[in-house]
């Protein structure tokens, strides 16, 4: 059996969240790794930040959880993770998808580059063009 981690997935009915879907295809708008009752995300003004579980789900009224495989072991994910904390937001990256380039910052995150760069199944020099809907593709 293939090592996972937990992966939220999440939308609601605000102007920004429909934005990210229609432009991503995607059926969310936000994702974040779930570790007991707590959420590691990247949000906007906020950067990589621990959320208490209720709380991302009282943000988004359509959520879901989701297994999501690691590339190795899930203590070398949960390294991975803890690198991330208090990494700002990508800004560049989120421009990236929207125009359809390799914008990013590699010493920043969104919330797919956050579980991309977690669970190491993407490539590194793509983790900037990986959206929600990737991640959920790969989901279980």
């Not at 590691?40 to 950067?47: P, Q, S």
Request: aromatic fraction near 12%; include cysteine; glycine fraction near 4%.
């Amino acid at each position: 059996m293939q090592p996972s981690i937990q992966v939220i997935f999440g939308r609601n009915n605000l102007p920004f969240s429909w934005l990210i879907r229609i432009v991503t295809w995607s059926r969310w708008s936000h994702c974040g790794i779930v570790i007991n009752d707590k959420v590691f995300e990247a949000r906007v003004f906020e950067g990589v930040v621990i959320t208490p579980l209720q709380e991302f789900i009282d943000r988004y009224n359509k959520h879901e959880i989701a297994s999501v495989p690691v590339a190795d072991n899930v203590p070398a994910a949960l390294d991975r993770l803890s690198s991330c904390i208090g990494l700002p937001y990508d800004y560049l990256a989120a421009f990236g998808v929207l125009f359809r380039t390799g914008w990013n910052n590699v010493k920043a995150k969104d919330c797919s580059e956050l579980v991309a760069t977690v669970c190491g199944m993407f490539r590194t020099e793509r983790v900037s063009r990986i959206t929600p809907e990737d991640i959920y593709r790969i989901s279980k």
